[in-house]
């Protein structure tokens, strides 16, 4: 698990740049990582997802810059949670633990962190010339974790 958030490390996730800045760190950590390290990384990242598959994060909204606030959609929420795992592990374990401050990765520009789902598997596939397979427990689409959509 320390691998995983190592790899991770964390970002202030305040503007595009910085997350494009953060993929990029992150892809050449995981560059240097075996096949199966890679594995263990996605399906980290995917428990990770899955962990903040929550309807009280899914009902934040999203708020343009005209003040208009719309319902996330399915992927806006799985990019938001991804945002969310790029700010490190202090932020995720504080949105885990009380849903504080997942409001800031809904903001449109934090889309960009979907990037962070293929990280691994280019990498992966770099490596072996294969596609990877992961059988995870874990589903990234929103609306899997039951427990967090119970009430």
């Known amino acids: ?4 958030w190592r790899v991770i490390g964390s970002s202030s996730v305040q503007d595009e740049s910085e997350i494009n800045s953060a993929l990029e760190r992150i892809s050449g950590q995981l560059s240097a990582m075996t096949p199966d390290a890679l594995t263990r ?3 980290r990242l995917r428990e990770s997802l899955y962990q ?5 994060l899914a009902e934040v909204p999203v708020t343009l810059a005209n003040g ?3 319902p996330q959609t399915s992927d806006h ?3 938001a949670r991804c945002a ?4 490190g592990e202090r932020a995720y374990g504080e949105v885990r633990s009380s849903g504080l401050g997942f ?3 809904v903001a449109p520009f934090a889309q960009e962190a979907e990037g962070l789902l293929y990280l691994a598997s280019e990498q992966y596939e770099r490596k072996t010339a ?3 397979n992961v059988e995870s427990y874990f589903s990234i689409e929103s609306r899997s974790n039951i427990q967090g959509w119970a009430n």
């Open 103 to 105: 409001d800031r990765f």
């Open 1 to 4: 698990m320390t691998d995983f």
């Open 41 to 43: 990384f996605v399906e």
């Open 68 to 70: 208009l606030e719309l």
């Open 77 to 79: 929420f799985l990019y």
């Open 52 to 56: 903040i598959d929550r309807r009280d």
């Open 84 to 87: 969310c795992i790029l700010a």
């Open 130 to 132: 294969s596609r990877m």
